[in-house]
Every structure is written in C-alpha cells, then in structure tokens.
Antibody
Framework: EVQLVESGGGLVQPGGSLGLSCAASGFTFRSYWMSWVRQAPGKGLEWVANIKEDGSEKHYVDSVKGRFTISRDNAKNSLYLRMNSLRPEDTAVYYC??????????????WGQGTLVTVSS | QSVLTQPPSASGTPGQRVTISCSGSSSNIGGNVVNWYQQLPGTAPKLLIYSDNQRPSGVPDRFSGSKSGTSASLAISGLQSEDEADYYCAAWDDSLRGRVFGGGTKLTVL
C-alpha cells in the first residue's frame, strides 16, 4: 500500500525557516517524480515544487523561488522541503504527492495527509 | 485568483447528473490535458480523472471528464450523498511553466 506521511509543520515567525519531510513507503520511491502542493486555510490547491526521480531537476512556483528548496534522499525514501524567509501568505497545509508519469497529464495519484505550517508573529 | 476558472459552487439532488466546468486558455487547457481531483471534507485530495477523460482504477464510472477547446468539464451521474466534496481541475501551463489549478467547486448534495 502506497503511503506518504508528512511531518515538520508548526508555527514559525515571519522571516523564519522550517523544514518539512515526507516519508514514502509501499512503492519504489526512486522511480517517481514527487511534488509538494499546498492549501491555505479555506482556500484552493496550489502546486509548490516538483523534483525528478534522481533529484537532478527541480521546478518551483514563482512565489517560492529563491526561498524554498525541494530535495530527496532515495536511500531513505524521503522527500523534503526547506522553507526560508517565510511569509504569512505561506500559511497552508503542505501535501506531499506522487506524480504518475505513466498517466497522461502526469497527475498526482497519491497524496499524504498534509502538515500545517502557520507563519505568524 | 486562479489561472483556471471554476464555479465556486454546484448542487444537485440524489440521483441527478451534475456538471462542473473548468475554463482556461490556449496555454493550459487548450494545449494540455486536464486532471480532476476530489477533496472530501477534512481529507487530502484524490485523483478522479486524468488525461481529460480517463478514470484511475477504483473510481466509479459515474464520474466522467471531457474537454473542448479551452474548457473542460467533470460530470457526475447518479449523484450520491458521499459525492459532497470540493472538486478541482488542474493542468500544465506552458506560459507559466508550471502546474495550475482551478479555484475549486464545492458540490452540495441536497
């Protein structure tokens, strides 16, 4: 059974940093692109970042470029998101999601339960 | 403001057929496939439709997707109370070089 379990969320002051982790199991992690997708309270979904199977390619939404860094450790079956210079508008539930490249449109076919990041003084 | 435009709400009675629209442009829906996600209250999103009109295994055939030009639609037939959820469309955007979502449609089963 595919499982994605996020951790690391919490309360952080504006300008601060936080690191999120996503532990993957039930599939061959090193064979999949992975993403972070976020959802502000009461709002819609927003794609944040993607990373290629081997970590050699990364893509970010413009609003987090230069502040967030996506990474992975295939030996530990883990995905990470390092968030610096956090802003109140970064407050959201952050989901880890798997990209299924065998499907047209490369959708996210599995999602974690999410971890809440709150940026506030 | 979302790149893809969805109606904020939709409703129907049990057994009815409802459709949810998703409007975009040539840089997203017009040139790329559309995926749909269902988010039940308090849970993570779930893949409902991929590649415009394909259902992953386990998704009932009551759910169907279509696309024409720069617009896509999700249809739910034989509406059930457990279909009450938020529905999101998503696509790649060539201009933004990223994945974009619609703002979501809250479906209420009356």
């Amino acid at each position: 059974e595919v499982q994605l379990v996020e951790s690391g969320g919490g309360l952080v002051q504006p300008g601060g940093s936080l690191g999120l982790s996503c532990a993957a199991s039930g599939f061959t992690f090193r064979s999949y692109w992975m993403s972070w997708v976020r959802q502000a309270p009461g709002k819609g979904l927003e794609w944040v970042a993607n990373i290629k199977e081997d970590g050699s390619e990364k893509h970010y939404v413009d609003s987090v470029k230069g502040r967030f860094t996506i990474s992975r450790d295939n030996a530990k079956n883990s995905l990470y998101l390092r968030m610096n210079s956090l802003r109140p508008e970064d407050t959201a539930v952050y989901y880890c999601a798997r990209i299924e490249t065998a499907y047209g449109g490369h959708p996210w076919d599995y999602w974690g339960q999410g971890t809440l990041v709150t940026v506030s003084s | 403001q979302s790149v893809l435009t969805q109606p904020p709400s939709a409703s129907g009675t049990p057994g009815q057929r409802v459709t949810i629209s998703c409007s975009g442009s040539s840089s997203n829906i017009g040139g790329n496939v559309v995926n749909w996600y269902q988010q039940l209250p308090g849970t993570a999103p779930k893949l409902l439709i991929y590649s415009d009109n394909q259902r992953p295994s386990g998704v009932p055939d009551r759910f169907s997707g279509s696309k024409s030009g720069t617009s896509a639609s999700l249809a739910i037939s034989g509406l059930q109370s457990e279909d009450e959820a938020d529905y999101y469309c998503a696509a790649w955007d060539d201009s933004l070089r990223g994945r974009v979502f619609g703002g979501g449609t809250k479906l209420t089963v009356l």
